[in-house]
């Protein structure tokens, strides 16, 4: 699988230096392009192998912080690597598995040289995991599957070195329609203290018609952090960057219904969200208000989203989406479009198969 996923940003703050005067208070506004290309191939039969790269450049404009109001370029780096190699092979349920996964990231931004400022500024943020996963499967009568898994290891990131504990269980009951995830992830010991990481989070899902057809209900609550970013990029692409960037909380729900395209070479399923977000903003910091300063501010947003996806059984699949974004904090709402195509090189899949792959 190989794709490129292209991102727009812009922000905008206050800053207050904290010395009397006008010159020691201002705003600061940026953006930033960048771009992500990705790919992600196996190497025999228990080996996968990922690769992300990312560029970006944009600008940084202040005002107010003295006579000079300086403005400057800033670019962003990044790459990512990653391997995935299984060490023991679970094969149909009720096999035990167990694999070894590893990866590695590095990213810098950095603001050039502008007038009034002799020195560039520099932001840079790496990460290397060294983990143990093991699964076992069972089956659960009537066809349905239970799997639970286990993920420990070591990590260095910039806090320091740190012990990582994850894991999940996953229901799939083939009969009665039902799927049920719960996954989570934590810190248990880290060099820095104070540095906190965590994420909990699962998925409902129900079916009753099976194969993705009929009526279909899903449910997804997520706390914190359940996954980095190279994590979903790893398991789901471009896509899984959208989702739980953030120390939030974020609860989903969505209503569909799959019918079957003419001759039934496919399954076309319009569907509808809702999302409920609340992300922990950065320190807030007010010249008009002095008592309420550096104190943390949360960002809610309420999500509604319409879109179709159709899936087909020679391995492609579309998803066109419309939705709108109201923001708590901000008075202007945000509109997206969106539009993901995927086609799987690994030969003649069954359809449910393929839409379960998505």
């Known amino acids: 699988m190989t794709g490129v996923a292209v991102t727009y940003s812009s922000g905008a703050g206050s800053f207050d230096i904290g010395r009397p005067g006008q010159d020691d208070v201002g705003e600061l506004s940026t953006n930033l392009t960048s771009a992500f290309p990705y790919a992600r191939f196996t190497i025999g039969d228990r080996l996968l192998a990922y690769?992300?790269?990312?560029?970006?450049?944009?600008?940084?404009?202040?005002?107010?912080?003295?006579?000079?109001?300086?403005?400057?370029?800033?670019?962003?780096?990044?790459?990512g690597l990653g391997l995935k190699g299984d060490l023991i092979d679970g094969g149909e349920p009720g096999g035990f598995s167990l694999a070894l996964r590893s990866d590695a990231l590095v990213a810098r931004v950095i603001s050039e040289e502008a007038e009034g400022r002799k020195s560039e500024l520099e932001a840079d943020a790496s990460r290397v995991r060294l983990l143990l996963e093991a699964s076992?499967?069972?089956?659960?009568?009537?066809g349905s599957v239970l799997k639970p898994q286990l993920r420990?290891?070591?990590?260095?990131?910039d806090e320091g070195f740190g012990l990582e504990v994850g894991g999940s269980v996953n229901f799939h009951g083939?009969?009665?329609?039902?799927?049920?995830?719960?996954?989570?992830?934590?810190?248990?010991?880290?060099a820095e203290e104070?540095?906190?990481?965590?994420?909990?989070?699962?998925?409902?899902?129900?079916n009753p018609g099976g194969d993705s057809r009929g009526l279909s209900l899903s449910v997804t609550p997520i706390f914190?952090?359940?996954?980095?970013?190279?994590?979903?990029l790893w398991?789901?692409?471009?896509?899984?960057?959208a989702g739980d960037l953030y120390d939030g909380r974020r609860v989903s729900a969505e209503v569909g219904y799959g019918v079957a395209t003419p001759e039934g070479r496919g399954i076309f399923t319009p569907y509808a969200r809702m999302a409920l977000t609340r992300q922990p903003g950065a320190t807030h910091s007010s010249v008009h208000d002095p008592i309420s300063q550096h104190?943390?501010?949360?960002?809610?947003?309420?999500?509604?989203?319409?879109?179709?996806?159709?899936?087909?059984?020679?391995g492609l699949s579309a998803n066109i989406e419309a939705g709108r974004s109201d923001w708590m904090f901000s008075a202007h709402p945000t509109n997206s479009a969106t539009l993901n195509l995927s086609l799987s090189l690994y030969g003649n899949l069954r359809l449910p198969a393929c839409h379960r792959r998505r």
Do not use: C, K
């Open 51 to 79: 690769s992300v790269l990312g560029y970006g450049s944009g600008s940084m404009s202040l005002e107010g912080g003295g006579e000079e109001e300086p403005d400057s370029d800033i670019t962003m780096r990044m790459a």
């Open 136 to 142: 076992q499967a069972f089956a659960a009568g009537e």
């Open 152 to 157: 420990a290891g070591m990590r260095h990131d």
């Open 174 to 190: 083939t009969s009665s329609g039902l799927n049920l995830t719960i996954h989570g992830r934590t810190l248990v010991a880290q």
């Open 194 to 206: 104070g540095y906190d990481e965590w994420g909990f989070g699962g998925m409902i899902l129900f």
């Open 224 to 232: 914190g952090s359940t996954a980095s970013g190279i994590s979903r």
């Open 235 to 241: 398991a789901r692409g471009a896509t899984g960057m």
């Open 295 to 314: 104190s943390p501010v949360s960002h809610d947003a309420y999500t509604y989203r319409l879109g179709g996806r159709l899936a087909l059984a020679g």
